[in-house]
């Protein structure tokens, strides 16, 4: 007892300051991307082939990066024009699957629940996480919202033991053919009203598991999703910011 | 006529250089080694000509610090190797299931995975192959009897974890046997591979297991490099090095933090989640990805490390050194804890053996095993010498062999940044050979992460066979359970802290 007081002294205290402060993300982090369609070459559809899992698009002319599908490589070669780059920042996730189309306009950020699922959910909102598949890393940054780093539960938001304590359901992974029924009986579990969150590329679209006969490819039309988390996995802020701007809070 | 080959870790060597043993020759060689104290390591089939299939075995003698393999050819039958080699138990069930084979004598003949037959034929176990299997839909093991029960938990869980399957059977509070069903998170990775390497094969390889990103990606980096004889420049082999222990690291210092709050001791549990974020970041700072996607490339690695980077690594791990050393060493030092953990979830070194246990688990048992001393590769050095093994293979030693792994790779991280080699860390590479076969072996944070590559005529993946050490180790945790009550299973579990995906695929 009396080396837990000044290990806690030293230890100090580490609760994070966002969203009042920005986080400081390091240097090479992957976020979103900056696109510059001036840089495209007249003609040139290079991109469309690059990209191992689809997620650039030509419209009208001009490149889009879908980030449901962009698992943010490192070695992204998918413009070699330099029309495409990463930026650091860490705000990706939308209400909509349009709106994670990101152009040089940028993409479309998560608005806030309206109505009645804000006076229910914007203060208190409880969510069953269910893994279909997710390779552990989706899982263990999730986990990580938990820790006094992010310190999830002064926002009001708490991950619960059963789908009938919860608002909501947390999905990550592909949707593996074994996890189906699982998932959807999870999901009938929960009282209605009640919200659907997609986090990670796996859960939105497959991600590297994209058609692989074994899984569904994320979601899809199994349930109506109310917030899609992108990112492989996606950063801790990224989903933290998008539950926050989907509480209203931000 | 040479019956069998040896070869060493990162080593490739052309399929015509490998005899096709009868069944029997097979047999016997294998027994032979494994009462030499080889074990195994891989064993796996491909298809072959007419309906036949090709068995591969791969087994490590650790102190000869080289494998042993083995190549034979079955039909739709064959007599199982199980009860004479009780490591072979998984494999075996998993040949069955992925080519609707039946091995007579198995004495526990059921599926791994839940998924259809990878060739068109029949099921190993009746069921229609046009049908998706039902996961968990098997005969579990049953106990009858007064005052006793079931309880059956998952695949969904009360935490943010990964699903699984488990049946205990108890009388009253004691748990006589528990049975585990996994393959909710079978995502069919193996057969994405054949064909390959493709674009999006590094990805797939990465999300093996996410927490093991490093571990599985270096492997798949020395399998290409072996194929295709173009090996990494040092400075690469440094930083993959380095990444791995970091790996290590987290997920040590998590475990410790969860074992921690398991027993309901907060201050190791609290400090521990977030420096376990630390190291992360660490990886984050090298690659920009906190599981170190992208990191780890055939030919190197895609990151280099600056002067400046380097110092600020240094100084973090300082920092870090201090914090993680003081809030590990809080929780070691409560007889609380202590009381909780001891003699609780005890695991032989007869049945690690015998299951051929690999990693922390296998080590807490006290079975001498780890692939950077064995089968040194990369940036280990030839005289690795901090294996640590305890003899137990309780709850206890298995905590308190990643409190001494967690102090021994910090000292390894500090060592490979002040020691980087000069030079090129990423290499090009070359198209790989054809008709040949490469093995690569890492000593990832659970255990020995193994992987066999074969290439066709044209120089493509034929078969890539993929054994996490969780596969080798969750029937350790079964084990574990017996005779302890149902409350334990929570401590044991953490204890082990397996991959569901690294053993579903």
Redesign the interface.
Known sequence: ML??IP??L??GH?TGKFPKEEPV??????GAPLIDPNRCQSGCTECLSAC??GAVELKGGKPQLDLGRC?????CPVCPHGAIHFSSDYRLASRTREGLLASAEGHQLASALDGQMKRLFGRSLKLR????????????????L????YDLGRFGIQ?V??PRHADGILIT??V????RS?LLE?YAAIPAPKLVIASGA?AIGG????D????NNGIGDLLPVDLYIPG??P??YTALDGLLRLLGQL | MKKSTLLKNGAMLPLDDLDILDYSVFTTELLQAKRENARISAYFARPAEEDRLEIFALMSRDWQEDFLLLRTSVGRHFKSLTPDCPQLHLFEREIAEQYGVKIEGHPWFKPV???QPWRAGEDAWGRDPAQ?PV?GDMEFYRVDGEEVHEVAVG??H??????GHFRFQCHGEEVMSLEISL???????E??FVGGP???TL??V??????T?IGHSSNYALILEALSASPAPPRGKAIRALALELERLANHV?DVGALSGDVGYL?TA??C??I??DYL?LT????????G???V?PGGV??DLDDSLRNQLLKRLAVME??TR??IE?FY?SPSVLARLDGIGLVSADIAEAFGMVGVAARASGLPRDSRMHHPIGAYPREYDQLVIEERGDVYDRANIRRREIYNSISLVRHLLRNLPTGEALMPQRPLAPDSLAVAITEGWRGEVVHVGLTDSAGRFNRYKVVDPSFRNWNGLAIALRGEQISDFPLCNKSFNL???GFDL
Request: glycine share 12%.
């Open positions: 080396k837990i290990e806690r030293r230890q580490r993300l390091p240097e090479r982090f992957r191992p899992y698992l943010f490589c490192a070695d996480q269910v893994c279909a598949g997710g390779c552990n890393a989706c899982e263990a940054d999730l986990n990580v938990g820790t006094l780093v991950f033991a059963s992974g592909p593996t053919k074994n996890m699982a999870t796996c991600g590297p598991l994209c692989s006969p074994e899984v492989c996995p950063h801790p | 995975r839940f998924h998706h996961p695949p969904v009360a935490g943010i974890i990964e699903p393959g909710f998170q079978h995502r069919g990775l057969p994405l493709h674009p999006a990805h797939q990465e999300v093996l297991a996410g927490d990103t998590g201050p609290s400090f989640g977030r376990r974020g970041n984050a700072e090298i690659c920009g990805s906190r599981f996607r992208g990191l490339l895609g990151f201090r914090e003081g809030a809080l030092e991959s569901y995906c």
